[in-house]
């Protein structure tokens, strides 16, 4: 029990005594480390950073497009090429600045999609995420708009032909009055529900809020600093054990040869 614990107690200052030994080394090797993490960090650049919430529109409840539709064609890569085409924008640059993301709300078990967010990122400036935010959001609001237009060409139709039945009921003197309240409501319910005046029912694709610029990031230099310190630290200490470790098992093998 007792030469159990001697060698262990050897072993360790063994392993102790090669890391003092080695601690000009481990010193060199964290300052080194240090210098290099700072340097990397100092030279990358602010980024800059502006969102948008984008309210998909409906007509008559039923919305234009599934939101989850909507973010993969943010996503896109052909979409993405159509904007940097049209604003003067490598497209490169624009798949890696731009993202789309679906928000979702609502109780835990039955979650339902609300908005689409649009985040554009930028090196230069504030104002160049804010106008690249600004560019996808109106590009998917002039698409939407199209779609707008389809879906509610039925109700105005239909509004239209209320409109004429009830004029013809209220020109017949001896048209049912009931019939005639009957036709009127629905004529009502068509004029408010396609006039968008109730948005719950009958609204266009629009930008919930306006767009602004967010806090700008900058590269977190100590902490990038910290953790490479660290990092070195650690595999020099356990570099100048592992030698530690072998250095006098080199040492008895040659003595026995």
């Known amino acids: 029990m007792k030469n159990a614990m001697n060698e262990e107690e050897i072993r360790l200052d063994k392993y102790l005594n090669a890391i003092w030994r080695a601690k000009w080394l481990i010193i060199l090797g964290v300052l080194l480390a240090a210098g290099i993490s700072y340097f990397l960090a100092s030279r990358q650049p602010t980024t800059y950073k502006a969102s948008a919430l984008l309210k998909i529109g409906r007509v008559w409840k039923e919305p234009l497009e599934d939101p989850y539709v909507t973010e993969t064609i943010i996503n896109s890569g052909g979409f993405q090429k159509e904007i940097a085409k049209k604003i003067n924008v490598n497209p490169r640059q624009l798949k890696r600045s731009v993202h789309a993301e ?13 908005l689409v967010s649009i985040t554009a990122t930028s090196d230069e400036s504030a104002d160049e995420a804010v106008q690249l935010t600004k560019s ?16 509610i060409k039925p109700h105005i139709e239909r509004e239209r032909r209320l409109e004429e039945r009830y004029k013809e009921l209220a020109a017949q003197p001896t048209a049912s009055r009931e019939l005639l309240l009957k036709v ?5 319910e068509a004029k408010a529900n396609n006039s968008g005046s109730n948005a719950n029912v009958t609204e266009k694709t629009h930008l919930a809020v306006e767009v602004v610029p967010e806090a700008s990031a900058k590269p977190a230099l100590w902490r990038n600093v910290a953790a490479a310190s660290f990092v070195a630290a650690v595999a020099c200490i356990a570099a100048a054990a592992l030698v ?5 098992t080199q040492k008895s093998s040659a003595a026995g040869e």
């Open 102 to 114: 679906t928000i979702i709300a609502g109780p835990r078990r039955s979650r339902y999609p609300i």
């Open 136 to 151: 996808v959001a109106n590009e998917l609001i002039e698409q939407h708009e199209a779609l707008f237009n389809e879906a």
């Open 184 to 188: 009127e409501d629905e004529l009502n």
């Open 244 to 248: 530690g470790h072998f250095t006098p």
